[in-house]
């Protein structure tokens, strides 16, 4: 797959514990990895649906009957299975993050490697970019981007040094940022530090937490009995908010027990946590952080 190398393909695809005539939702399209091996394991009668925003990842589209995929944000997946007449489903795979193809074209702006544009949208019709963040928030905003979602402790530091710097001239490239937060990154921690700022960024420019809530507050009322949630996440923010879900069907707090001391939530965890192998890591590093973690409805 040279648009994107799937990530624990057949242990994400076996969680779905797929029925052969069932109806399927891979709601992270990217290269199609995860997709055409669904595919590959219905028969005639079988129904795989996929999401993705973003338009190059839609020029992989799937020439399959069985196969539609819809060109938005997983965050709406109940309206688009409707619009498509289907209120339930047998499974649904999410592989989070940022695509091999995203990180690899330049001018993306997803990755610290090269001087491209500060973009970083996955959604290329989107209004917010990483130019805005940078240039267009204040203090505070940018700090709590840093903090919360870049996980920096030096945030405010961080934050104040790029208004300062933005007041004389803007921050137009990837480049250019890295050269105003220089005295930030040590030589020794450079590639960790700059990947955390470049994610709290990416992160704010797509909404992605927010998105990941509203897409598996949605997962219990389009799943059919037994149905199964398969999702891949590759940072702590993520993989926190599906574990806790997953747990407690919720993200903050704790759900209310029963008199008996009993709580009540709307899936079961299926299994143990899974992380690919140190051959699949070796063959593909990106997989490094993948974490899958399974569920389903009973």
């Known amino acids: 797959m040279k648009y994107h190398n799937p990530v624990l393909l057949k242990e994400s695809v076996d969680g779905l514990k797929l029925k052969p005539n069932g109806v399927y939702v891979d709601v992270t399209f990217g290269g199609g990895g995860h997709s055409r091996e ?25 020439d399959d009957k ?15 299975l409707r619009f498509y007449g289907v209120k339930k489903v047998d499974g649904v795979l999410a592989d989070l993050g940022v695509s091999s193809h995203q990180f690899d074209v330049a001018e993306r702006g997803f990755s610290t490697r090269f001087d491209a544009d500060l973009d970083m949208r996955m959604n290329q019709a989107g209004k917010l970019s990483a130019f805005e963040v940078v240039n267009k928030y204040d203090e505070e905003q940018l700090s709590n981007v840093l903090f919360q979602y870049g996980e920096l402790r030096n945030a405010r530091a961080i934050a104040k040094k790029i208004i300062e710097k933005r007041s004389k001239q803007k921050i137009k490239t990837s480049f250019e940022l890295k050269e105003v937060l220089a005295e930030f990154i040590p030589k020794s ?13 990416r992160i704010e420019v797509n909404q992605e937490i927010a998105a990941l ?23 702590s923010l993520e993989d926190r908010l599906v574990k806790r879900f997953i747990r407690n069907g919720m993200f903050e707090g704790e759900p209310e027990k029963d008199v008996f001391g009993n709580i009540k939530v ?14 699949e890591i070796s063959e593909n590093n990106r997989a490094r952080s993948a974490k899958l973690r399974i569920a389903a409805i009973y």
């Open 189 to 201: 921690k450079e590639h960790k530090i700059l990947a955390q700022i470049f994610q709290g960024i």
């Open 266 to 279: 709307p899936l079961k965890k299926v299994g143990k946590l899974i992380i690919p192998s140190f051959q």
């Open 213 to 235: 809530k509203e897409f598996l507050i949605q997962i219990p009322e389009i799943l059919n009995e037994d149905g199964r949630l398969s999702v891949i996440s590759y940072h």
């Open 38 to 62: 669904i595919l590959k394991r219905l028969n005639e009668h079988g129904k795989l649906f996929a999401f993705d925003q973003d338009v190059d990842a839609q020029q992989n589209s799937i």
């Open 66 to 80: 069985r196969f539609t995929l819809i060109a938005q944000n997983f965050r709406f997946i109940k309206r688009y």
